[in-house]
Every structure is written in structure tokens, then in C-alpha cells.
């Protein structure tokens, strides 16, 4: 079969999931099958240290619709989403776990949202099979995000995600970002929707989500407000906040002035005198930051690629 040919992608992110793997490629191929259209199915190993490669190996032998990519250590689902992405060729691209936790019998389900008119369709665990510690921090973490983002996504964490091709094309992911592509499409102007999909224990393994990585996805989320907000105009940014410094530190320095000028009062051992004369000097740095970032964003390209390939199977 030509790759031109190909409908639809299926790119699946793998770390450690071998016990997973047999049982999710026959799920997977009973329901792509179904569809009559051409599909791909890309697997990519993020780096595992169990037998996840070793079956992806075997399943590309048996099935020619199946593309496989290594890479040469774990660099996180952000540059694994990205590799499959860079190598799709379906005009519609979907996404899921590896740990049988997504049902694929969803996927008509993402079809046929997409055929509304959407360009990105989410997955909604309406009815999360994971514990309270996973889902209660989820929550708050989904409703500050759609709240700062403007983006009304239930789950923005779920990686059940069905693309049109166009939406994945300018994506550049990196750290935890994945999280936020329907906030990184939104912003350019695709239409995003959401389905309730369901979701099941997880047989097997275990999670690769902790603490740590909640707190990076937060960190992440400010890159996020910054690139869809102020990326082509930092200055917008970084220019309020040091005019804002400048002028609290120009009132300060005016009112002492009068103080020393017309009221003759001493003011050189005013603690008062150092914060104005520091809030100027912030704020003309600030402002120079600024400045700075609009002569990058003037002539920046792309940067390299996060993640360093070992072997592609196709």
C-alpha cells in the first residue's frame, strides 16, 4: 500500500507497556479493520527498558500497517506525540495510550465528531477508572487550564485525541505540552471539540504520571499562556510589566524630589530613595528584555527537534 494513501494514522507513545502490547494491537486492528479505510498504525518506543520494542519489532514483521520508531532514551510523550506526527500520513491523525486504559472502539465515535465540522476532537474519561489521588489533582489542574486558557476541554490530560492532518502540522511539542494542544490549536484558530469516552483500569504496569511531573505541567502552562498570548509580541508582556515598575518607581523618586528641593528635607538615608531609584532600574531592564524578545521573534527559526531517533520499521 502507498503511504499517500493512507486515511488514517494511529500514533501511540510507548514506554514500558510490553504486557499491554499483543492485547491492544488486536483491539486495535479489529477495530480499524471495521472502518474500511487505509490506516497506518506508528508505535513510539520512548526510550523503554523492557520488552516493548522487542513485541513492536515482532508486530511490524507480522503487519505491514504498522510503522515503528525508536528512540535512543526516554525524552517524554511530548517528542514521542511529535515523532509520530513528523512520520504520519493520514489525513486524520489519532492518538492514545498504550496501556489498554483507551478503548479503541471509540475512534468511529472521533470520526464522526470531526465530520461536524471540528478539527480536534478530545477525549472526556467521564468516568475516570483511577484513583482519587490521580483525579482529584487532574481536576483542579483541567479547570485552571480552561479557565486561563479560554479552551472549555473537560480533560485536557487525556491523550485520546483525534486531528485533522492541518492541526498537527505546525505543532511544536516539547516538556509537558502535550497537554495543552487543544489551547495551542484553539490559538490558531481550529475549531476544538470533546466526546465522553470510556475509560478502563489499567490492567497491567504502571503509571508514568507523579507529582513531579504535575508541578512541570504547571510550569508548562505559563509557556503556554506566554505562546499564545505574547509570543509575537513579547514586548506586550514584558513592556506592561516594566512600564508598570517604571512608573511606581518615577512616582516615588518625583515625591522625594519635592521633598529635597522644596520641602529641604535630607532624603540620602531614606530607605525609600533606594526602592525608587531599584524600581526604575527593574523596570528599564524589563523593558529591554522585551525589546530583546521582539528582535528574536523577528528573525528566530525552528529549532532542533528534542528527541534523537535510534530506528524507524516501516
Not at 157 to 177: P, S
Not at 234 to 248: E, M, Q, R, S
Request: hydrophobic share 40%; net charge positive; glycine share 8%.
Amino acid at each position: 500500500m502507498n503511504e499517500n494513501e493512507r486515511e488514517l494514522s494511529v500514533v501511540i507513545p510507548v514506554y514500558n507497556e510490553g504486557e499491554n502490547l499483543n492485547s491492544l494491537y488486536s483491539q486495535l486492528k479489529s477495530v480499524l479493520e471495521n472502518l474500511g479505510k487505509a490506516y497506518e498504525i506508528i508505535l513510539v518506543d520512548d526510550g523503554s527498558t523492557d520488552s516493548s520494542f522487542l513485541i513492536m519489532e515482532k508486530l511490524h514483521g507480522q503487519d505491514h500497517n504498522i510503522k515503528v520508531i525508536q528512540f535512543r532514551k526516554n525524552f517524554g510523550k511530548a517528542a514521542a506525540l511529535s515523532a509520530g506526527f513528523t512520520s504520519a500520513q493520514g489525513k486524520i491523525i489519532i492518538t492514545m495510550d498504550a496501556d489498554l486504559q483507551d478503548d479503541p472502539r471509540e475512534i468511529p465515535n472521533f470520526i464522526k465528531k470531526l465530520n461536524e465540522g471540528y478539527d480536534l476532537v478530545c477525549g472526556w474519561r467521564f468516568k475516570r477508572r483511577d484513583p482519587v489521588s490521580r483525579t482529584f489533582p487532574s481536576r483542579l489542574f483541567n479547570s485552571l487550564t480552561a479557565t486561563l486558557t479560554g479552551v472549555k476541554v473537560h480533560d485536557f490530560n487525556c491523550g485520546f485525541k483525534a486531528y485533522r492532518k492541518e492541526v498537527i502540522e505546525d505543532l511544536d511539542l516539547y516538556g509537558e505540552l502535550h497537554r495543552y494542544i487543544p489551547a495551542l490549536a484553539h490559538w490558531k484558530g481550529f475549531k476544538v471539540g470533546e466526546i465522553k469516552v470510556e475509560h478502563h483500569p489499567r490492567a497491567h504496569g504502571k503509571s508514568k504520571y507523579g507529582v513531579e511531573r504535575l508541578f512541570r505541567g504547571l510550569t508548562d502552562l505559563f509557556t503556554v499562556m506566554f505562546l499564545t498570548k505574547y509570543m509575537k509580541k513579547p514586548l506586550h508582556l514584558f513592556g506592561a510589566v516594566g512600564v508598570f515598575l517604571l512608573l511606581i518607581g518615577f512616582i516615588i523618586n518625583a515625591y522625594l524630589a519635592i521633598l529635597k528641593f522644596v520641602l529641604r528635607q535630607a532624603i540620602g538615608g531614606r530607605p525609600l530613595l533606594l526602592l525608587g531609584v531599584l524600581l526604575m532600574l527593574i523596570g528599564f531592564q524589563i523593558i529591554s528584555t522585551g525589546l530583546v524578545g521582539e528582535m528574536i521573534v523577528s528573525t528566530r527559526d525552528k529549532g532542533e527537534k528534542g528527541y534523537v531517533v535510534r530506528k524507524v520499521l516501516e
